[in-house]
């Protein structure tokens, strides 16, 4: 799918979507659940989609009522593989919780996800005492547990993922598990791992993010989890207000646990108008200037910053480019691409990313299956000089399928 975006002004007021992030940790923990959850305001998105597929493979019972999902609790061997689409997050996050079952279970996915590597998958289950297989670095993997507990030491530095699975599925182990991990990155996201855990009943002891202790005898209870809207998508709409106008977002929590609720900081970094009321933000254009900001423990925002660098008067400088290379593109590389075409400069000087502003000119580009570099070039075009042709813009239906029509309202 094409789609074009011009240069306009932005004037509007939108609900954020709801968090793929938080739904997808609800939905695998109402899976092990006793019971019938409520998730409430889940989404549409294909990852979300993805994690009800693997649910209904493992065993629980989803039905959508509404906007509503109901999912009945209960596990069992599959016969089938656990087919993630191309949700890095439900590969990483239900490999540990197929470390539960003393079968062997195969686990897959399509597009994107096929290229990814997946030897952190198997290095960390293995650690547990996992038996854990890749393809050649790559999917399929084939897992046989249990996951016995004990002391366990793992590497954190290039997923929290797969850190997120094993913290779920812990309750599952035979004794006590404790972990101890090394470099740990991303840390809103364990954060936000253990809010949904603790909703649904399970408590795990954070010391310093370098050691968890999930206490044994806990046990995962239905509950109805309502899904808070996501800081990722809505960043877009945020940096949209800030280049090209004024825009209000409404269902974003600021004391969520999400950590690309960053996008404020670097907002008003940037010399943006930014408001807070509540769950409503309102961001408003003012002059732009050259900002700094460290998006290691959110490399989600890369897009929706360097679109936002690329409106200011000067270089910009994004920490945490290391945290690139795995994602369904290499953002680095494409996010140098596509702003290329734009006219706008981007570099790299180690782990930092240096972004040259002006004033983006009409381009065709390529999103490369990457949700989020289609809504950055979508969003760069509207304070540019030309429109921006976005090929493969269906891509958006990953995350934010609404994402399009959402940004025709406000413009």
Known sequence: MKKKSLPSAVDGHIQAPPSKSAAQRAIAIATLAKGTSVIIRPGDSDDVMAATDVSRTLGASVEQWGRNLHIAGGIHPPEAPLHCRESGLSIRMFAGIASIFSEELQMTGQGSLLKRPMEVVATSLQALGVHCKTTAGKLPIYICGPIKGGDVSIDGSLSSQVLTGILIAAPFAEKE???????????????????????????????????????????????????????????????????????????????????????????????????????????????????????????????????????????????????????????????????????????????????????????????????????????????????????????????????????????
């Open 177 to 411: 598990l404790t972990l101890h991990v090394s470099q740990l990155k991303s840390k809103p996201y364990i954060d936000l791992t253990m809010d949904v855990m603790r909703a649904f009943g399970v408590e795990a002891i954070n010391d310093n993010y370098e050691h968890f202790t999930i206490p044994s005898g806990q046990h995962y209870s239905a509950c109805r989890y309502t899904v808070e809207g996501d800081w990722s998508g809505a960043a877009f709409l945020l940096v949209a207000g800030a280049i090209a106008g004024k825009v209000v977002v409404d269902n974003l929590n600021p004391r969520s646990s999400q950590g690309d609720k960053g996008i404020l900081e670097a907002l008003k970094a940037s010399g943006a108008s930014v408001n807070v009321a509540g769950e409503v933000i309102r961001v408003e254009k003012h002059k732009l200037n050259a900002f700094s900001f460290d998006a290691t423990d959110c490399p989600d925002l890369f897009p929706p910053l360097a679109a936002l660098a690329a409106h200011c008067h000067g270089t910009s400088r994004i920490r945490g480019v290391s945290r690139l290379r795995a994602k369904e593109s290499d953002r680095a590389a494409t996010l140098m691409d596509i702003f290329s075409k734009t006219g706008i400069a981007i570099r790299l000087e180690k782990d930092t990313m240096l972004v040259e502003g002006g004033k983006p000119q009409a381009a065709t580009v390529e999103s490369h299956g990457d949700h989020r570099i289609a809504m950055a070039a979508a969003v760069t075009a509207l304070n540019g000089t030309g429109p921006v042709h976005i090929e493969g813009a269906e891509a958006v239906n990953k995350s934010y399928p609404g994402f399009f029509k959402d940004l025709a309202n406000i413009t």
